[in-house]
T-cell receptor
Framework: KAGVTQTPRYLIKTRGQQVTLSCSPI?????VSWYQQTPGQGLQFLFE???????NKGNFPGRFSGRQFSNSRSEMNVSTLELGDSALYLC??????????????FGAGTRLSVL | AQRVTQPEKLLSVFKGAPVELKCNYS??????LFWYVQYSRQRLQLLLR??SRESIKGFTADLNKGETSFHLKKPFAQEEDSAMYYC?????????FGPGTRLSVLP
């Protein structure tokens, strides 16, 4: 099985712009979670989608949003980018909903740089 | 709020020495505990989970509910163990990572 695929791998944007990141989960996995990884804050949970529904949300501003399609692929959107949004964004999929109990499989990440 | 602490940001040991990466959590219910590892230029991956009670790459971790700890141990560290290690807590449908400990195994 192919692993979790994130595109693009690298992005450079300027303040005020918006960006969309994409994640294709492992085939058959219906849960997709997004994380922000920074040197200062570590790994922070953004949100989780299961069967096209957002089931869980972390403590991030409304500028961060996401969605999931019927084929379980997910997108994350960040609007009005700020310098502090520069980070590695990780996507993880699991076979079932409820990330609390299930193994998550991570993608390689999208590195976003905001100038 | 539920949280995970890993007191050491960096842990350096010599090859062949024992290693223990500490993890404490705060959660009053029945937790699911995990250790994830990120080797250089590789993606984050599961190392082990407490319900499996298995040894992976020589690492073991025991859940101590009384001390709310899930420390990761290996009796003899190898250079290839150098990586970033994250302890993680799952509860209900939620998941939280600790800040991570960078393990450096010196030759």
């Amino acid at each position: 099985k192919a692993g979790v695929t994130q595109t693009p791998r690298y992005l450079i944007k300027t303040r005020g712009q918006q960006v969309t990141l994409s994640c294709s989960p492992i085939s058959g996995h219906r849960s997709v979670s997004w994380y922000q990884q920074t040197p200062g804050q570590g790994l922070q949970f953004l949100f989780e989608y299961f069967s096209e529904t957002q089931r869980n949300k972390g403590n991030f501003p409304g500028r961060f949003s996401g969605r999931q399609f019927s084929n379980s692929r997910s997108e994350m959107n960040v609007s009005t980018l700020e310098l502090g949004d520069s980070a590695l964004y990780l996507c993880a999929s699991s076979s079932q909903g409820g990330t609390g109990k299930n193994i998550q499989y991570f993608g390689a990440g999208t590195r976003l740089s905001v100038l | 709020a539920q949280r995970v602490t890993q007191p050491e940001k960096l842990l350096s040991v010599f090859k062949g020495a024992p290693v223990e990466l500490k993890c404490n959590y705060s959660y009053s219910g029945s937790p699911e505990l995990f250790w994830y590892v990120q080797y250089s230029r590789q993606r984050l991956q599961l190392l082990l989970r407490h319900i499996s009670r298995e040894s992976i790459k020589g690492f073991t971790a025991d859940l101590n509910k009384g001390e709310t700890s899930f420390h990761l141990k290996k009796p003899f560290a190898q250079e290839e163990d150098s990586a970033m290690y994250y302890c993680a807590l799952g509860y209900g449908q939620n998941f939280v990572f600790g800040p991570g400990t960078r393990l450096s195994v010196l030759p």
